[in-house]
């Protein structure tokens, strides 16, 4: 199954799990849509690290009166602002933003994504847009990223002040250890037994040159079933474990026991360099990459919120620092209550 079908149906059950509630509940959820104006926008970010020219990218702005905060979403690889859309929902309270990282979405030919750091470089270009907007500027400005995304905002954020707060859902440590587990699933079949693919730690050690990366992405998609699709595929190296030790802002990160691309201690290990106040949350029966929001909704969004929340009131200031939980959705967590503050 490709990222984006993974995506879509995410969204499905996001929204049905928001909906159970009865008609006249829904009513009061979509009130909101009513209360939004959607603003559509054009900005410019630096093309990469070697090159200071600027490309284009769009993004979409929600604006709600009397929000308290204003939220940016960051979405993942091979999906785009569209294909998140109903993440908004999950901000109804606050202003929210989404908009297409390079080689994704609109205005996307010859562009070329490297996973995360020249991502980056759109994320400071957003982020300083929203600082600028006149409906906008005013208000607390926090990123929600997942995967790719997740990890552009931590590298943003190393290198400019840009947020009061950051959610980071799936964040993986390095390219380094992105690849490693890619190589260790190259395996072919000889005799029934499993080895593996010869030549793999010579294509490691030039894994970031980009006559090997089209060799390396062929065998990625034959043998470990990654297949970068339509995305104009350049892996660049990128160490978000290592950037997060220059932030400083609150930060909540999301993981899951079973995601190959972001396993638990790719998550931990990033989580491990904040430098401020910081919470973990590591769910232990997540299926795969990206899963927690699929399976937990409910629980994800009362989390999230809260966390927005204690950023906006700065009551985190009182708490106790750093706390990882690693838990299971439990029958007395009142769901019916966390249904209505989506709603509310």
Same mark, same amino acid.
């Given at each position: 199954?490709?990222? !984006?079908? *993974? ?14 509630? +009865? ?6 959820? =979509? !009130? ?8 559509? &926008? ?14 284009? !990218? ?25 294909? %998140? ?9 606050? +202003? ?15 562009? $070329? ?9 759109? /994320? ?29 905002? &931590? ?39 499993? /080895? ?15 006559? *090997? ?35 400083? *802002?609150?930060? =909540?990160?999301?993981? $899951? ?43 994800? %969004? ?9 950023? %906006? ?19 007395? %967590? ?11």
């Amino acid at each position: 199954m490709n990222y !984006r079908m *993974v995506y879509f149906i995410t969204m499905i059950y996001f929204m049905q799990s928001v909906m159970k509630i +009865n008609a006249y509940e829904q009513k009061k959820a =979509f !009130r909101f849509f009513n209360d939004a104006t959607e603003e559509s &926008i054009v900005f410019y970010a630096r093309e990469s690290l070697t090159s200071p020219k600027k490309i284009a !990218r769009k993004a979409i702005i929600i604006k709600r009166p009397k929000a308290k905060a204003t939220v940016l979403i960051c979405h993942g690889f091979m999906c785009d602002k569209y294909d %998140i859309s109903l993440l908004h929902v999950m901000f109804k309270d606050y +202003n929210s933003v989404a908009f297409d990282f390079r080689a994704h979405g609109e205005e996307s030919e010859g562009q $070329c994504c490297s996973l995360g750091r020249d991502e980056s470089y759109d /994320v400071t270009a957003i982020a300083e847009y929203i600082k600028k907007h006149p409906d906008l500027k005013n208000t607390p400005l926090l990123v929600y990223g997942f995967s790719m995304g997740a990890v552009a905002a &931590i590298i943003a954020q190393a290198q400019k002040n840009l947020f009061d707060g950051m959610i980071l859902d799936c964040p993986y440590d390095s390219t380094d250890k992105l690849l490693d587990r890619g190589f260790k699933n190259l395996k072919i079949s000889i005799f029934g037994y499993q /080895v593996g693919l010869p030549g793999t730690s010579l294509l490691r050690t030039y894994a970031y040159n980009s006559y *090997v990366q089209s060799m390396l992405k062929a065998l990625l998609r034959s043998f470990s079933k990654f297949d970068s699709g339509p995305i104009n595929l350049c892996v660049a190296p990128a160490y978000p474990e290592e950037a997060i030790k220059y932030v400083k *802002v609150p930060c =909540f990160f999301i993981g $899951c026991v079973n995601d190959d691309k972001a396993p638990e201690e790719a998550v931990l290990s990033v989580y491990k360099g904040a430098q401020g106040f910081k919470r973990c949350w590591i769910d232990p029966d997540g299926r795969r990459h990206f899963d927690t929001l699929f399976r937990q909704t409910y629980k994800y %969004i009362y989390k999230v919120d809260r966390f927005i929340k204690k950023v %906006i009131n700065s009551s985190y200031k009182q708490l106790v620092q750093e706390k990882i939980s690693k838990d299971r959705p439990q029958s007395h %967590i009142n769901t019916a209550y966390i249904a209505q503050k989506v709603v509310d």
